[in-house]
T-cell receptor
Framework: ELKVEQNPLFLSMQEGKNYTIYCNYS?????LYWYRQDPGKSLESLFV?????AVKQEGRLMASLDTKARLSTLHITAAVHDLSATYFC????????????FGGGTRVLVKP | NAGVMQNPRHLVRRRGQEARLRCSPM?????VYWYRQLPEEGLKFMVY????????ESGMPKERFSAEFPKEGPSILRIQQVVRGDSAAYFC????????????FGAGSRLTVL
């Protein structure tokens, strides 16, 4: 059974500092997604990583994928309050069906 | 483009009643997925459907749960004889096809079983 583990589960950030969220998964996959969820809302797609070594950046967020280590990271640069949310990584091991296995989420709170 | 539309957004049922959750995919999307999110957890895959076909229902509980995506109208997730453990947020997502298509999620239907 595929396992997707995120850590930390909770991250209290100070504005202006840098942080990293880690996503480990237990089986081979070349497709990894990062989503953001605000409380009571739906999931917003942040990044799709489709190959080993893929790196994508959008604003203060940067995601990377190492398929050999089965690890993805989401790096936050100079955190701001607007980034407070829960971040999920998800893996599609079959790479053909969008049947995603999600991590448990990392709840991020950015304090002034 | 209205996106993925789910209704109702909130549904309260007593134990033993039935819950029906509806999902209209994005225009042009023919693939629908249902996921369940328990409090403080990630989403768990339930079922994947195309029009009039269930493609993969490996995440569906064996009893009381069913899903359909008829030729006309929305996809429906039906839960019979609900129990308290069914309380969760149920998210529908759609995509235009398989492959590297990012799922577009609806706002979710939050079911509370009293």
């Amino acid at each position: 059974e595929l396992k997707v583990e995120q850590n930390p589960l909770f991250l209290s950030m100070q504005e202006g500092k840098n942080y990293t969220i880690y996503c480990n998964y237990s089986t081979t996959s070349d497709r990894l997604y990062w989503y953001r969820q605000d409380p009571g809302k739906s999931l917003e797609s942040l990044f799709v990583l489709l190959s080993n070594g893929a790196v994508k950046q959008e604003g203060r967020l940067m995601a990377s994928l190492d398929t050999k280590a089965r690890l993805s990271t989401l790096h936050i640069t100079a955190a701001v309050h607007d980034l407070s949310a829960t971040y999920f990584c998800a893996v599609d091991p079959e790479a053909a069906g969008n049947k995603l296995t999600f991590g448990g989420g990392t709840r991020v709170l950015v304090k002034p | 483009n209205a996106g993925v539309m789910q209704n109702p957004r909130h549904l309260v049922r007593r134990r033993g009643q039935e819950a029906r959750l509806r999902c209209s995919p994005m225009k042009g999307h023919s693939h629908v997925y249902w996921y369940r999110q328990l409090p403080e957890e990630g989403l768990k895959f339930m079922v994947y459907l195309q029009k009039e076909n269930i493609i993969d229902e490996s995440g569906m509980p064996k009893e009381r749960f069913s899903a359909e995506f008829p030729k006309e109208g929305p996809s429906i997730l039906r839960i019979q004889q609900v129990v308290r453990g069914d309380s969760a947020a149920y998210f529908c997502a759609s995509s235009p096809g398989v492959g590297a298509n990012v799922l577009t999620f609806g706002a979710g239907s939050r079911l509370t079983v009293l």
